[in-house]
């Protein structure tokens, strides 16, 4: 089946900068690639999804690409907010969906 | 998008007790799934709730533990029988609309705890 790895584990960036989350994952079948945030005590919200035809889409202030030849993909978070901390989820999918470890964001003002 | 609400959003239960959890969909939804979620961990796919046929589920969870229903379009149980510790988690409920990989809407969960 397919396993998704996701790095790193926790990030720590100060207000205004960057962050990046990268994920891999095994099967080459997947085709389509959603990230999700999820805050203490809620549960996981939606930012943004990639469809295996796509190489990048961009909302805003979020990013992900796609490299399908590699198998992996990536968050990018431009200009962070204290409002950005939370734990940042990659996943991938054929017909069911297949979650990364998570990565804790901080956003230190 | 969907709102899915469940309840309850958390519990206190004795071992050897069942507990249902409800998800309601504010919309008509073609899929609707079951997660699992340790305290610090990734979420984990119990099963898909089929409307109108049994669910399906995944390796290592088994319908005698974890009946779920799917009565419409709108609704769907989960049930965590003869609880023991280790089923204390953070159980979830998704939504998806029809076609291959819609996304998929999370409720905010129910926080479960066994004594």
């Known amino acids: 089946g397919e396993n998704v790895e996701q790095h790193p584990s926790t990030l720590s960036v100060q207000e205004g900068d960057s962050a990046v989350i990268k994920c891999t994952y095994s099967?080459?079948?997947?085709?389509?690639f959603p990230w999700y945030k999820q805050e203490l005590g809620k549960g996981p919200q939606l930012i943004i999804d990639?469809?295996?035809?796509?190489g990048e889409k961009k909302d805003q202030r979020i990013a992900v690409t796609l490299n399908k030849t590699a198998k992996h993909f990536s968050l990018h978070i431009t200009e962070t907010q204290p409002e950005d901390s939370a734990v940042y989820f990659c996943?991938?999918?054929?017909?069911?969906?297949?979650f990364g470890a998570g990565t804790r964001l901080t956003v230190k003002p | 998008s969907a709102v899915i609400s469940q309840k309850p959003s958390r519990d206190i239960c004795q071992r050897g007790t069942s507990l249902t959890i409800q998800c309601q969909v504010d919309?008509?939804?073609?899929?609707m799934f079951w997660y699992r979620q340790q305290p610090g961990q990734s979420l984990t796919l119990i099963a898909t709730?089929?409307?109108?046929?049994?669910?399906?589920?995944e390796s290592g969870f088994v319908i005698d533990k974890f009946p779920i229903s799917r009565p419409n379009l709108t609704f769907s149980t989960l049930t965590v029988s003869n609880m023991s510790p280790e089923d204390s988690s953070i159980y979830l409920c998704?939504?998806?609309?029809?076609?291959?990989?819609?996304?998929?809407?999370f409720g905010d969960g129910t926080r479960l705890s066994i004594l």
């Open positions: 996943a991938a999918s054929i017909w069911d969906m297949r």
């Open positions: 919309s008509q939804v073609t899929m």
């Open positions: 099967d080459s079948a997947s085709n389509y």
């Open positions: 990639i469809r295996s035809n796509v």
């Open positions: 998704s939504a998806a609309g029809q076609g291959d990989n819609q996304p998929q809407h």
């Open positions: 709730a089929n409307q109108g046929s049994e669910a399906t589920y």
